[in-house]
């Protein structure tokens, strides 16, 4: 997936509204995907992300988190973390499969389908710069803020 067109979409946005990939041509797009808002992990993601988002944006770069929950779940967990950016909820799951995050996981000795948590970051002509998968929290937000440093 990495140096190919990202895959355009259209979902609705926290504070109302929708967001479209296409739309953003011109700036960079840090997309990250998260499996479940007001988790344990997903809220240190979150809360990494926001610590450093002043200098995503210094550098021209939006953050937006994606996940399955809707968008009245995405407005709380927001609110109640004070992220600077938006979170989209892609309820049905077409944007998740269209970036391949969507996978197999064992939950308590059973198999269910949910988000790997992973990040792509989306450069300025609309391109996947880099591709993260199966993403682990510590310091992750700080990589991705070193690679689009870096382009």
Partial sequence: MENQAAPDFELPATGGGTRKLSELQGRGVVLYFYPKDDT??????????SALHAQFQALGWEIFGVSRD???????????????????SDADERVCEAYGVMKLKNMYGKQVRGIERSTFA????????????????????????????SL
Wanted: net charge positive; hydrophobic share 35%; glycine share 8%.
């Fill in 40 to 49: 344990s992990g997903c809220t240190t993601e979150g809360l990494d992300f």
């Fill in 70 to 88: 809707s968008p009245a779940s995405h407005e709380k967990f927001k609110a109640k973390y004070s992220f600077p950016f938006e979170l989209l």
């Fill in 122 to 149: 989306i450069s300025p002509d609309g391109r996947v710069a880099r591709v993260w998968r199966g993403v682990k929290v510590p310091d992750h937000a700080k990589q991705v803020l070193d690679f689009v440093s």
